[in-house]
Structures are given as C-alpha cells and as structure tokens.
C-alpha cells in the first residue's frame, strides 16, 4: 500500500467545536453534523470538514518524523483519543473501537488505586513510631510529612509535562532523571528504587517468618490443647503481650513469669519451630522456587488480597480499642513509669517509617496514566493521600491509645503492633494468615520488579538467563533470610530504607528537577529555590537522624 492509501486519523466530535479552554481535550476542531459519522454503515460519506482534517494530518506527517514533536500536529488539530475516528481514502470515518479510553478508570478506582499501592508493612509499626516520637509530636508528624511527600509526588507528576519537544507519554520517572542528568540521574533512580524493593522484600521475609511461626504455634497448642498464660486481659477474652518486659527494670517480675509462658509449648516443638534459628531457612523451599518464574502475571491476580488485609486489620484495631478502652496520661517532656512523654528525641523514628509508608514515588506516573479525567489528577492524588494519611493515623492513634497502660508500659509496643498480642488469639490469628497468604504471593510480585529493573538495565533482557535470574534470587533471598536471623526489628529496617530511598526519589531529584526546569525556562525566583533547597536538606537530615536520633 503506497502512502496516499493508507488509513489517516483525525478526530471529530458530531455537533461541537474548538473552545478557547485551556485544556486541549476540551476543544474540537470544527463542527461536524451526526449524519456524517458513521458507526457501522460503511456508505456514508464523511463532511467535507472531515476531509480536511484528514488532509490536514496527512500534511503535518509529510512534515516531519513522528518522532520529532517540534512539527507534530498541535493540540488543536488531535483531540482526546476517546473522539479519534480511522479516515480511509474512499471518505468514510470508523470510529475506533476499544482503544485506550476503554481501560480508564474513574477517579474513585484512581483515588483506591493509589490507596492499595501505598498500604503495605508500614501500617503495622505506626504505633511503635509514634511511641517512639511522642503521642502528640507523633500525631502531627504524620500530618507534616503527609503533605511533604504529596507536594514531592505532585512535582513526579509534573515533571514530563515540563520537558518541551519532545514525545513524553510513556516515560517513567527514571527517563526523566536521564533526560536532565544524563546516565548519573538514571542509575541513580535505579539504584534508590532497586533500595526501596530489596527492602520491601527483606521486611516481608521478616514478617512472614514471624506470621508462620505465630500461625504454627496456634495450630500447635489448638491440637495439642496447650493453654497459655498472658499478661493483660480484659473480661478474659481480650489479651495484650510485653514481648521484652525488660524496658523497666523495675517490672513487676509477674511479667517475666507471663512471657515465660507465652513463648514456651514444648521443648522439641520449640527447637525445631523458632521464629529466627528455624522459620527463615523454611521459608526459602516455599519462595525461592516461585522467583525464577518468568512471568509474574499469576501472583498479580491475588493484588486484591491487599485491599481485603487493611480492611480487616481497621476492624481489627477497631474491634481491640472498643474492648480494651483507652489508657492516655499526658506528660509533655517527662516520662513517668508506664507513659511517654508527648514529645520525644527519636522522632526521626517515625519520620523514616512514614517516608516508605507515603511512598509511591516511582510509580505514581503509570498509576496516574489510567485515570479516565486527566484534568483531575492532583485532586485525585491529593484525596488518596489524605485518605492513606486518615488510615495510618486511625491504625496508630487507636492502638497506641487502647494499649494498656498500667498494667503494661507503653514502651512494650512493638514495631510490628500484632506482636503484642498472643498467638492464641483467635481474631489475630486470623489477621496474620490472611497476611501470611498476601505476602506470599506479593513477594514474587517485587522479585520480579527488582529482576526486570535490575537485568534489563544491564543486560537488555528481563530474563536473561536461568543462572544470571537464580543468582539475583539467591542474593536477595538471602538477605531475607540473613535479616530475619539476625536482625528481625522492622521498624528499623523500613524506617533506614525509607530515609535512604527517600532521600533520593522524595526529596532531592523531584526538587533538583523542578528547579532545572524552571531555570532553563528561566522562571526560577529565589523563593521557589530556597523551598525546595529546603526540601532537600529535610530529605537529608531525615537519613542523617536515622543514625544519630
């Protein structure tokens, strides 16, 4: 087929026509009676308005590559993709069926999008952070670093919008970052994004050798009708756990009897079942295999299991504080024998779990491509953020209140807040299976993100080779592993790999980029410099605290 027989698009839309609007998708080209669009009747003829568009698209093409955005046919001449009709040479119009516009989502399926990505492992240690910052400054730095990562995510958003000439539909934020700092700004967005998944994996193998361990032990006492002895109850029924009682050394030694016989069954079960000598190496049989998958297409059809997991964990907490009630006492800068105080130095604790915790950074472009009304985006990100914000300040507030407190102290919360309850409870029980379950399949999910990121960058290929893939796997299983035995806090962890991630993808290149952008086109004013210079220094004073706080 030579050129001039080739099927050319346009777009037109019956009985309207361009406005002066600002956004192109609310303009068309000229006017076009209904009676000229055909749907399926192939014998009509198209207006001679159509012609012309179509002459007139054809014109742009002969002007330049497709490529080349400088000559690209304007806004004005190619509307929306929902309105592009196929123009063949004998002047009929189709209009283009399941395209794009069929998988769009409206903002509310955008807006939970958003929301599901970003609940992860962080929801279970914002009470430990906000035990660690002080309930009061705890409370307001989950509002604070809430909009600082929104604004951080706003400018991701913007940032391909802000590169002139050249075709910007389908990169990512790492294109970007090559785009304005060449190879340095793409390995980098690399490396701190590879940062943020090893770490995600490595938290999980933490939490799903612990959920085994916990869901083995209540099958274990269930069938061999094993009671337990607990620290705190209410009515009997609900049971509240200091793990390590030995945060005050002048406990009650009760406490240590109560532990003692939470943590003990019997002597060859405890041996051969243990939370960090046994579980770990256990896990690499059920989840190393599933690694080397070449697709991950299977694990993605169990995402939803995310979604049911939060929703049960608020009833959960929900469920707790109603029965537990709440047990506060407010010193502002003293901590007393069973509280603490309401502001507290380690802070920078609770700043680094919710840098991972608002964390959607490098993937917030691709979530946003799908939203149906592209005019709506920022009200749509700014409605998921404030509703991951409400949740994690629901989840923590509730549960660091309701903790019992005498006769425990509240530094018995733990980073991971289900520690704090027995295994033999039966509503926890359930939480950590369904949780177990979820991770399980999401563990693959992040491998496989971390192979495709890591081996298509060296290599050009996703899979390049059994051995190059099972080598990645065991570096990585093994850090799980490694980490579980050695080091099962994982608060620490996701708060260290929040602030290092962070840093980069929060804090410094959407800052950087901005400010590149707006000096090239030179617009930067010395307050848009000194706020996101500041930006910048808080990103690194975050990582710095993790250390040294």
Known sequence: ??????????????????????????????????????????????????????????????????????????????????????????????????????????????????????????????????????????????????????????????????????????????DVCKYYFGAFGKWSSLFFSLVSLIGAMVVYWVLMSNFLFNTGKFIYNYVHNVSTSD???????????????????????????????ENSTGHVFDLWWSKTNTIPFYLIVLLLPLLNFRSASFFARFTFLGTISVLYLIFLVTYKAIRLGFHLEFHWFDSSKFFVPEFRSLFAQLSGVLTLAFFIHNCIITLMKNNKHQENNVRDLSLAYLLVGLT????????????????????????????????????????????????????????????????????????????????????VVGAGVLTARFYPNIGSIIRYSGAICGLALVFVLPSLIHMVSLRRRGELRWPSALFHGFLILLGVANLFGQFFM
């Open 1 to 174: 087929m030579d050129e001039d027989s080739k099927p050319l698009l346009g777009s037109v839309q019956a009985g309207e026509y361009y406005t002066d609007s600002l956004d192109p998708k609310q303009r068309r080209p000229f006017h076009v009676e209904p009676r000229n669009i055909v749907e399926d009747d192939g014998q009509e003829r198209v207006s001679a308005e159509a012609a012309v568009l179509s002459s007139r698209v054809h014109y742009y093409g002969r002007l330049t590559a497709s490529s080349d955005r400088l000559l690209a046919p304007p806004d004005h001449v190619i509307p929306s993709p929902e309105d592009i009709y196929i123009y063949s040479p004998l002047g009929t119009a189709f209009k283009v069926q399941g395209g794009d516009s069929t998988i769009k989502n409206p903002s509310i399926v955008t807006i939970f999008a958003i929301w599901n990505t970003m609940m992860g492992t962080s929801i279970l240690s914002i009470p430990w952070g906000i035990k660690q910052s002080g309930f009061t400054l705890g409370i307001i730095i989950i509002v604070l670093m809430g909009l600082l990562t929104l604004y951080c995510c706003y400018r991701v958003l913007k940032s391909t919008k802000s590169i002139p000439y050249v075709d910007t539909s389908d990169w990512e934020f790492p």
């Open 392 to 475: 994690y300040l629901y989840v923590g507030v509730l549960i660091f209140a309701a903790f019992p407190s005498p006769p425990l102290f509240k530094e018995c919360i733990e980073p991971n807040f289900l520690d704090n309850f027995p295994s033999s409870d039966i509503l926890v029980f359930i939480a950590r299976t369904f949780l177990l379950f979820q991770m399980t399949t999401v563990y693959p999910l992040l491998g496989y993100l971390v192979r495709v990121q890591l081996m298509g960058q060296i290599f050009g290929d996703h899979y390049p080779g059994f051995f190059h893939v099972f080598l990645l796997n065991i570096l």
């Open 231 to 261: 620290t705190f109850g209410t009515n009997g029924t609900d049971r509240v756990i200091c793990p390590y009682p030995d945060v005050d050394p002048d406990r009650n030694s009760s406490i240590l009897l109560y532990y003692a016989s």
